[in-house]
């Protein structure tokens, strides 16, 4: 049974940085495509960024590109997203997901979510 439990949601001001974590335990995932996805009310979840088990594939959501950064320790079932630059609509609820699945045109995700980690951007 795969978990994934993130860490590092907080409130921000407008302009600063934030870095989630997501620590995967019960089996190894680094060769899973790891990310993370956000939601917020009424919405449907996004995809924000993914990277593959080596690190040699990266993709990002055209609205965060230039200002998250997404990286992983697979030897640790570990994958981070640093935000910088954070806007107010940056705010949501992020998801930490494995094996995502981005060999369609759309990015599917993987079976397995965290709890959630909550990230409220202020002006």
């Known amino acids: 049974q795969v978990r994934l439990v993130e860490s590092g949601g907080r409130t921000v001001q407008a302009g600063e940085s934030l870095r989630l974590s997501c620590a995967g335990t019960g089996r190894t995932l680094s060769w899973d495509v790891m990310g993370w996805f956000r939601q917020v009310p009424g919405k449907d979840r996004e995809f924000v960024a993914g990277?593959?088990?080596?690190?040699?594939?990266?993709k990002y959501a055209e609205a965060v590109k230039g200002r998250f950064s997404v990286s992983r320790e697979s030897a640790w079932n570990r994958v981070y997203l640093q935000m910088n630059q954070l806007k107010t609509e940056d705010t949501a609820v992020y998801y930490c997901?494995?094996?995502?699945?981005?060999?369609?045109?759309?990015?599917?995700?993987?079976?397995?979510w965290g709890q959630g980690t909550q990230v409220i951007v202020s002006s």
């Open positions: 997901n494995a094996g995502i699945k981005w060999d369609t045109a759309k990015v599917q995700p993987g079976d397995y």
């Open positions: 990277i593959d088990g080596l690190g040699n594939t990266i």
